[in-house]
């Protein structure tokens, strides 16, 4: 129920609140499938993230020697100290899908547009830092698992051109993870990549105050504007709770991992690279590593970037899929792209590789450049196929394509956790 009191005094906010919203916004930006709270939830997220990462740098010691055994101190004799660590575990695995909801969210309602362009980029830029939290946070514990899943991770770096190789001995401080690592990583992780994500953060709220409040349809012209507190801040506050609950079950039943005590000597095997790395680690398997690990990203982090300025935008304002026959377009591309993704896996693991058939010809060409023309050929006839079936717009166009793309990604990234086993093989999630 809406409490439309506008002259009777309605509640005021105060303190912080008033920094984050304005005193009354508009009706139509309460419907809950607008954005389904996914920027809130982020930011609850992260203040979750501070509040257990403090309290875990109580008790944690950034060095080879002492790590894992601060770790395992930490979960056996502090109190509470494995629901913390189960915490903070957790809500770093929510934050990264939750900001990729959010951000497929405004991709969808065309939130990136005119005067949000800017507040698009500091949304990826964000991203980017959530990736490198997780990132550096997953080598702390300093058990097997961090050790060589930061290992695979860092060894992408390698096939960037040029700056590559100098790129990963820096982040490393040395050739490979070791003491000097643990020490960046634990900086990095505990003072500047939160630093710059308060800050970052502050200026995303504050321009979305600017642009007038989120996306909302044209037609919004009868603008009926409602006190925020009770009407939005119950709805937030709800959401709240609901989030909350759902990580104090799974840190309650599901123990952050840590396995025995980082050994540089003996690999484990399968090494995989964190989860949200396994979609690249996956692409690695079917091609060369210049295309899998930079070409690829390349494009993607090129379009994500440049998504704003492309003129494609048609007045794109806070529908979802912006029209029916885009949003059937979508659904259908769900669908191929679940159909086609396992499919051409399976054809490339066991069918005969062009690398084997043609040995003398050299790996860039055989494993990079003549798979890589096969999928652009697939994408293509794809994308026209689709384009033609639906009678797309630009923008329609736009989004099929990264509906399929993306979808596919979501897949590979599946695969690389669930259904690689020993030697990265493909087998059933229950033989991992
Ligand atoms: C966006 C914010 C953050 C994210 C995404 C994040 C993520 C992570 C992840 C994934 C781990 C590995 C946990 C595990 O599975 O073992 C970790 C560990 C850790 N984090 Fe964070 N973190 C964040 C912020 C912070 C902050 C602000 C601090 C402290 C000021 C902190 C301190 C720690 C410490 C001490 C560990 C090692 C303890 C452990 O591994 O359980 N983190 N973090
Ligand atoms: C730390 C992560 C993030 C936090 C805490 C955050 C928070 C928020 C919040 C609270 C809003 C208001 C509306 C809503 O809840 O949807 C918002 C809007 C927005 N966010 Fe984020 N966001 C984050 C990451 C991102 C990412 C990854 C992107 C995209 C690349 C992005 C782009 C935007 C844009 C363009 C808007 C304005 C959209 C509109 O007006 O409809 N944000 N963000």
Redesign the pocket.
Known sequence: MLNTEKNNNPKKLSGILIHLHPQSVNEKALTFNR?F????M??LL?VIQFITGIMLRLYYEPFPQNAYDSIHYLQSNVLFGQLIRNIHHWSGVFLVMI?FL??L??FF?G??QST?KV??II??I??IL?IASNFTGYLLPWDQLAYWAVTVGTSLLDYIPIIGSPLKQLVLGGEEVNAQTLLIFYNFHTAVFPIL?LLL?AY??WR?RK?GG??LPNNSDEKNFVPTYPNLLYKEFIVALALIAVILVFAVFFNAPLLTKANPDFSINPTKAPWYFAGIQELLMHFHPFVAAFFIPAIVISFFLLLPYLKINEEHNGVWFFSESAKAAATFSVYSALILTPLLVLMNEFLPKFETLLPSINSIITNGVVPLIILILIIWTYYKFVSKKYQLSPIGKVQTLFVFITSAFIILTLIGIFFRGTDMKLVFPWNV
């Open positions: 954005t709270g996914l920027g809130g982020a930011a992260i900001a959010h951000l969210r405004v309602t939130g990136y949000r507040n698009w949304g990826l964000l991203f959530i994500i953060m995303h709220f979305v642009a989120i996306i």
